[in-house]
């Protein structure tokens, strides 16, 4: 299924810790082969996709309350490479920190071009790993004066709803649903895009440079951890740096839960077989494949990213039975109404903190 609407980054000017270049083509040579699917059928699946977008963003809309400025806009439909090629500029993106600490150092220090080779290689094939099971996703971080782009990867989604043997199109939409979410808490929330780089950044900014010894004893930490159950995501904190993670993880949890709570907000009356559905997605979730496929899931920080959507899930659920949708919707108010990682797990201290122990319900 070669279905990309992705364009292919080129290699970032300047000091860069990755060869970019090196990195698409890496993941396209690794990414898995899609499913058989006839030129007539590609063609079908795609524009059902970029249609679904704009049918699930008023149903987004009705559960949530939210409202986005702007045309409603269609998904852009990829294919695995292409899933691959617009998270390499995703990367560029989130390594400017990073990348300008390196730019004006010493020669010494700077990223060599066999290093960065290495890293291109090691992050193409990350990306292939993944462009297998990623569904979709909404791009959170561009280039400067570039909008975010609705993605959905079409070959995922289609193995993935004949492996869960569910309604194609219900399925389409309801994974639309998640999405069209997600780009609307970026684009109703004003201060959401500046606030997520704010705080990728402090995470970035804070990573020494000048202490390969600690970065050893960091990553001797890092081999000695992982049958503990942690992830590289985790062991690689200073303390300093676990403090921003608990506000990332918290704020990831908090779009994760909300969009999961409106893909199921929706009802029978959008999605028929919305029940039947959300069993079968549950228990894939749980099904991690195969030793390796644990292995990596754990070391990337997966399984990290599955609790996020568990226990998001229960906290939005729980505060808008608490108070409704109207009133949880203070949550985007500002950074300081965001969920704690405390109370992502206690979402009644959140209600509490923000509408006031009486806003319970009796």
Same mark, same amino acid.
């Given at each position: 299924?070669?279905?990309?609407?992705?364009?292919?980054?080129?290699?970032?000017? &300047?000091?860069?810790?990755?060869?970019?270049?090196?990195?698409?083509?890496?993941?396209?040579?690794?990414?898995?082969?899609?499913? /058989?699917?006839?030129?007539?059928?590609?063609?079908?699946? $795609?524009?059902?996709?970029?249609?679904?977008?704009?049918?699930?963003?008023?149903?987004?809309?009705?559960?949530?309350?939210?409202?986005?400025?702007?045309?409603?806009?269609?998904?852009? $439909?990829?294919?695995?490479?292409?899933?691959?090629?617009?998270?390499? =500029?995703?990367?560029?993106?989130?390594?400017?920190?990073?990348?300008? /600490? %390196?730019? &004006?150092?010493?020669?010494?220090? %700077?990223?060599?071009?066999?290093?960065?080779?290495?890293?291109?290689?090691?992050?193409?094939?990350?990306?292939?790993? @993944?462009?297998? /099971?990623?569904?979709?996703?909404?791009?959170?971080?561009?280039?400067?004066?570039?909008?975010?782009?609705?993605?959905?990867?079409?070959?995922?989604?289609? =193995?993935?709803?004949?492996? %869960?043997?569910?309604?194609?199109?219900?399925?389409?939409?309801?994974?639309?649903?998640?999405? $069209? *979410?997600?780009?609307?808490?970026?684009?109703?929330?004003?201060?959401?895009?500046?606030? $997520?780089?704010?705080?990728?950044?402090?995470? @970035?900014?804070?990573?020494?440079?000048?202490?390969?010894?600690?970065?050893?004893?960091?990553l001797k930490a890092v081999a000695s951890g992982l049958p503990k159950g942690e992830s590289i995501v985790e062991l690689l904190q200073t303390? =300093?740096?676990?403090?921003?993670?608990?506000?990332? *993880?918290?704020?990831?949890?908090? %779009?994760?839960?909300?969009?999961?709570?409106?893909?199921?907000?929706?009802?029978?009356?959008?999605?028929?077989?919305?029940?039947?559905?959300?069993?079968?997605?549950?228990?894939?979730?749980? =099904?991690?494949?195969?030793?390796?496929?644990?292995?990596?899931?754990?070391?990337?920080?997966?399984?990290?990213?599955? @609790?996020?959507?568990?226990? &998001?899930?229960?906290?939005?659920?729980?505060?808008?039975?608490?108070?409704?949708?109207?009133?949880?919707?203070?949550?985007?108010?500002?950074?300081?109404?965001?969920?704690?990682?405390?109370?992502?797990?206690?979402?009644?201290?959140?209600?509490?903190?923000?509408? &006031?122990?009486?806003?319970?319900?009796?």
């Amino acid at each position: 299924m070669a279905a990309s609407d992705a364009s292919e980054p080129g290699r970032a000017p &300047g000091a860069s810790p990755v060869d970019y270049g090196l990195a698409v083509a890496t993941a396209r040579l690794l990414a898995p082969a899609p499913p /058989k699917v006839t030129e007539t059928e590609a063609a079908d699946i $795609v524009a059902e996709l970029r249609g679904l977008a704009v049918e699930a963003e008023e149903h987004v809309r009705s559960v949530t309350g939210l409202v986005p400025p702007g045309p409603i806009l269609e998904a852009t $439909v990829v294919d695995r490479p292409g899933w691959a090629a617009a998270n390499v =500029e995703g990367f560029q993106v989130v390594l400017e920190p990073l990348t300008d /600490k %390196l730019t &004006g150092r010493a020669p010494s220090a %700077l990223a060599t071009a066999a290093t960065a080779k290495i890293a291109g290689v090691q992050m193409g094939s990350m990306l292939a790993w @993944l462009s297998g /099971k990623v569904l979709g996703q909404y791009e959170a971080f561009r280039p400067a004066g570039e909008s975010g782009r609705l993605i959905l990867v079409a070959p995922n989604i289609v =193995e993935t709803e004949r492996r %869960l043997g569910v309604d194609p199109h219900d399925f389409r939409l309801w994974v639309a649903l998640h999405e $069209v *979410t997600h780009r609307t808490q970026f684009t109703a929330v004003p201060w959401m895009h500046d606030h $997520v780089r704010s705080e990728i950044a402090n995470l @970035l900014g804070s990573v020494s440079l000048d202490d390969p010894a600690q970065l050893i004893e960091r990553l001797k930490a890092v081999a000695s951890g992982l049958p503990k159950g942690e992830s590289i995501v985790e062991l690689l904190q200073t303390p =300093e740096q676990r403090v921003v993670l608990d506000r990332v *993880t918290a704020f990831m949890s908090l %779009l994760e839960g909300h969009a999961e709570h409106v893909m199921d907000g929706v009802g029978p009356s959008v999605v028929p077989s919305v029940k039947h559905i959300r069993v079968k997605f549950d228990q894939r979730r749980k =099904e991690h494949g195969g030793f390796l496929d644990r292995v990596l899931r754990r070391a990337l920080g997966l399984d990290l990213k599955a @609790l996020q959507y568990a226990e &998001g899930k229960v906290f939005v659920d729980t505060c808008v039975r608490a108070v409704g949708m109207e009133r949880f919707n203070r949550v985007w108010e500002s950074p300081e109404t965001l969920p704690t990682r405390e109370e992502i797990r206690q979402p009644l201290a959140w209600v509490d903190r923000i509408h &006031g122990a009486t806003a319970r319900p009796a």
